[in-house]
């Protein structure tokens, strides 16, 4: 049985204003709901990155443990781990069948990573990934760019918004910040 559906938003209003968030919810297959208190964003590195995913928990769990590793080998570069993560998980016969995707963040970097091996900096300050990811990222961006909002207020509401349109994504919304 496939598990999925997840949103994770990040967004940063400046190097002091850095938030991710994600809603709870896994679903099995398209007509389950088997949790909705997941918690998929965390910090990690000393408290100085912020992590989120989506795709399958399991996946995202050995991901999140191997860029820590990444992050510890490269003293910190945020760019740096996620390069190396991203080539090891596209070459790795184990790694290469993970199921998700990850926003990573930091004081100076924002990051998308895939398993096709792509670092993804995106152009905007805030980004969206997972079933309703094209909602939340819609929804930061008008708030980002019309209101004074700060970053953990535009990632709560963006998942909001995303969580009253998108099945595979609920309102228990967890956001971790710098």
Known sequence: MEFRGTTICAV???????????????????TAIMKNT???????????????????????????????KKLEEHGGNL???????????????????????????DKEDLLVIS????????DEPFVAIGSGGNFAYSAANALFHHTDMNAEDIVKESLKIASSICVYTNDNITVEKL
């Not at 965390?42 to 860029?67: C, N, R």
């Not at 398993?115 to 995106?122: A, H, R």
């Open 79 to 105: 760019k740096r781990a996620a390069v190396d993560l991203a080539q090891l998980w596209r070459s790795d016969r184990g790694m290469r069948n993970l199921e998700a995707l990850m926003i990573v963040a």
């Open 38 to 68: 997941a918690k998929k964003v965390k910090k990690i590195y000393g408290k100085t990155v912020l992590t989120g995913f989506a795709g399958s928990v399991a996946d995202a769990f050995s991901l999140t443990e191997k860029f820590e």
């Open 12 to 30: 940063r209003r400046d190097p002091d204003d850095i938030a991710i968030g994600g809603d709870g919810q896994v679903t099995m297959g398209q």
């Open 115 to 122: 398993g096709n091996g792509e670092v993804i900096s995106p």
